[in-house]
């Protein structure tokens, strides 16, 4: 089909086009969902022009790879990179079929002008945002409707909350911020610039902000001291105590997160804030909360609807709300976020912007911290933050320009966890910075947090890695080696939590609370080390990685049963929210030999496999499931650096794929290697990690 037949506003064209888009969809290329909102659309319009059905095909595509909206003069330059058609190199040749045309052979002759002229021309599809047409057109970007409408949301919202000063940061508040924060922050500090402080003030004084930073900056610890801040002021002024919500996008992260508030709080020296005593020092600890929701349950998800139990007309019960791996936020959650919490709740968003951003449209983070590393703060900023805290800006970080959204957000810039000696922090920074060659020397320096191998390394040296964590010399080198005091435990592989299953087991006679201690024991030698690929598909995607790996533990014996169904030991990710099981995508288990006790009485206990989820608020902490109640999920052996969000290992292994593609990016590099908490393997070449270093995402959206 060439791009001619497009080119008239008849039958023919929409049956071409549609013939198009069906072998497209048919080739993996596009998503049915996609298809079937064209049609919509068709039958909508019947007489609108073949070119506004294709742009809305793509722009609900191009929703599937988390672009809130489509860029229609990126399209028409090239639609191939912007669309990312062929799909992770899709190989053709394994096929009988010749692939699909390509994108821009439909586009070939149409420019962005004809292209816009056609989408004009089709008042009852395309809008700018006043009516009910299902798309909408904003300059070059091309949304669907409800997209837009978030978009909208989140911009009004947050320019409005960035406006709102809290009560905290009122003139007659501040002697009592400043010597809050005296306080709570290390006064040797003296007049160096402690970001942690700076970011604790700058998120006390209006009604969004956002702290951001890398791995072990310190995000949890300060906003931590900034709760208890806040809570003694509420409390010292004589008001009644804030109702502060913790909440993180996926239950994983939330229970993180529940993990390390409780461990800072428990640190706080409050018994250094002006006129509390001991008493009151742990009357204020205890009104600082220490669980966290996912953001879902903090809504009220209901079953099948994408509308919560709290929004603009049921707003949450809160003074104050913090979402955690706020990267992952997308952009309706962010919306329904923003509607349901009240106005004058401070909203502050914790997290790296460096990540990658949600599978869901939107990125969100990224997108509002854009500024944040040149500051962009304003000399009224500067002052306010001198008389909050004593300290004074940088000048390469003053902007008499700056704009209200960059005074609310501040960048925490020292890595608490990785040390100048850490190879896993230099790395993270090198890539960050896209400097490739400075990426090639940090791997070359010897450093012994990390490793780097071929990926076309044999099975051999591969199972080296995935069961044991590596060869001898990284587990030589990983003796005595102490980060803050503490010795690090050495790099393992899966073999690591399937030796622990066997080694622990409770006998069939145990009680359930023996059982739900040995599942948490698996679930957390789990974390010890995960393997993490680009890409889904091909030879080095996650499903042949899982086959791969499945083979080598079940030749070592570490596993047993047969490999495509479910056997002790197999790992699983949730795929898809279950509400019925109260189980969220992303959500990781074990599957573990239990016994039935339903037979107990007759012919005595026999051995049942359950898949255990970790489950801090249930009273044994871990939620049992019968495998054949899981309908949505898949082996974890191996899993893509997008699910791997919001998790940390001790041992993260990064394979990137040979082939270029365009979703091995510098984000997803970065991503990867900052999962590692004590040792990072990387298994590329080195043109392939040059090619991801250089190449940043770019998220289309008009936040
Ligand atoms: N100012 C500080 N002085 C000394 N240690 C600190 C300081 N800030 C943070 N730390 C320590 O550094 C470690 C990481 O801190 P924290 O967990 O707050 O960082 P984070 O940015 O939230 O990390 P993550 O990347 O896991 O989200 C913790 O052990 C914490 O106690």
Redesign the pocket.
């Known amino acids: 089909m060439s791009d001619a037949r497009l080119l008239g506003p008849t039958a023919d064209a929409h049956a071409s086009l549609f013939a198009a888009l069906v072998r497209w969809v048919d080739a993996g290329w596009l998503r049915e969902l996609d298809r079937s909102f064209a049609a919509f659309l068709s039958r909508m319009a019947p007489e609108a022009d073949p070119l506004v059905i294709l742009a809305a095909a793509w722009a609900s595509h191009q929703l599937g790879r988390g672009h809130s909206c489509l860029d229609l003069q990126a399209a028409c330059q090239d639609a191939g990179l912007t669309l990312a058609l062929p799909p992770e190199g899709l190989a053709f040749a394994a096929t009988e079929e010749a692939p699909p045309d390509a994108p821009a052979m439909l586009l070939a002759s149409v420019g962005f002008e004809r292209w816009q002229a056609a989408l004009d021309a089709a008042p009852l599809l395309v809008g700018t945002g006043q009516g009910s047409t299902p798309l909408v057109r904003v300059g070059t970007r091309l949304y669907l409707r409800r997209y837009w409408h978030y978009e909208q949301q989140v911009r009004q919202q947050v320019a409005r909350r960035v406006s709102t000063r809290t009560a905290a940061a009122e003139e007659a508040a501040l002697p009592l911020l400043a010597a809050a924060l005296d306080a709570l ?2 006064p040797a500090a003296g007049q160096r610039m ?1 970001w ?1 402080k700076a970011a604790c003030a700058l998120a006390a004084r209006q009604a969004f902000s956002i702290i951001t ?12 001291r900034l709760l208890a801040v806040l809570q003694y002021m509420a409390m010292a002024q004589g008001g009644r105590r804030l109702r502060i919500g913790l909440a993180a996008p996926t239950g994983k992260a939330a229970a ?2 529940s993990e ?1 508030i409780a ?2 709080v428990q ?1 706080l020296p409050l018994d250094r804030l002006p006129n509390v005593d001991a008493a009151g020092a742990e009357e204020l600890r205890a009104a600082i909360p220490t669980s966290v929701g996912t953001v879902h349950r903090l809504l009220g998800s209901r079953p099948d609807t994408r509308r919560f139990r709290h929004d603009a007309l049921n707003p949450l019960p809160l003074d104050l709300l913090v979402l ?2 706020a990267s992952m936020l997308d952009l309706e959650m962010m919306a329904n976020v923003l509607a349901a919490l009240p106005e004058e709740a401070p909203l502050i968003l ?1 997290g ?1 912007k460096d990540q990658l951003a949600s599978v869901e449209a939107g990125a969100v983070l990224g997108d509002l911290c854009r500024r944040a590393d040149a500051g962009h703060y304003t000399p009224q900023t500067a002052a306010w933050l001198r008389s909050a805290t004593g300290q004074s800006i940088d000048d390469a970080l003053l902007d008499p320009q700056g704009q209200p959204l960059d005074q609310a957000v501040a960048k ?1 810039r ?4 990785f040390g100048a000696d850490s190879g896993i922090g230099q790395l993270a920074d090198a890539v960050n910075a896209g400097r490739s060659e400075r990426v090639r020397d940090v791997l070359q320096s010897g450093f012994s947090d990390l490793r780097h191998l071929d990926p076309a390394s044999d099975d051999a040296a591969f199972a080296r890695l995935v069961v044991d964590g590596g060869d001898d010399d990284f587990a030589w080198r990983a003796k005595g080696r102490m980060v ?1 005091g503490q010795p690090v435990p050495p790099p393992v592989g899966h073999g690591h939590y399937l030796q622990r299953m066997r080694d622990t087991q409770p006998p069939i006679d145990a009680p359930q609370a023996a059982f739900d201690g040995w599942a948490h024991g698996v679930l957390g030698a789990l974390g010890g080390f995960q393997l993490l690929c680009a890409l889904r598909r091909g030879p080095q995607g996650v499903e042949a990685l899982n086959t791969r790996i499945a083979r080598l533990l079940r030749a070592r014996g570490l596993i047993e049963g047969d490999a495509s169904g479910w056997y002790a030991g197999r790992p699983v990710m949730v795929t898809r929210n279950d509400y019925g099981l109260d189980l969220r995508n992303g959500d990781v288990g074990v599957t573990l030999a239990v016994p039935d006790r339903r037979g107990v009485a007759s012919t005595g206990a026999a051995w049942r496999l359950r898949v255990a989820f970790a489950a801090p608020e249930l009273p044994g902490g871990v939620r049992w499931v019968l495998p054949s109640r899981l309908r949505d999920v898949e082996t974890v052996f191996a899993m893509t650096v997008h699910k791997s969000q919001g998790s ?1 290992f001790s041992h993260a292994a990064l394979l990137l794929p040979e082939q270029p593609s365009p979703v091995v990016t510098r984000e997803l590099l970065y991503t990867g290697i ?1 999962r590692a908490r004590h040792w990072f393997t990387l298994l590329a070449s080195p043109q392939a990690v040059r090619a991801a270093s250089e190449r940043a995402v770019q998220r289309v959206g008009g936040l």
Do not use: H, I, N, Y
Request: charged letters at 30%; aromatic letters at 6%.
């Open positions: 922050f290390d402690d942690q930073g890398g791995p072990g900056t310190g995000k949890t610890t300060t906003v931590v993180r997160l390390s461990g800072a640190k955690d791996e914790l790296d925490l020292v890595s608490w966890r803050q940390e900052t």
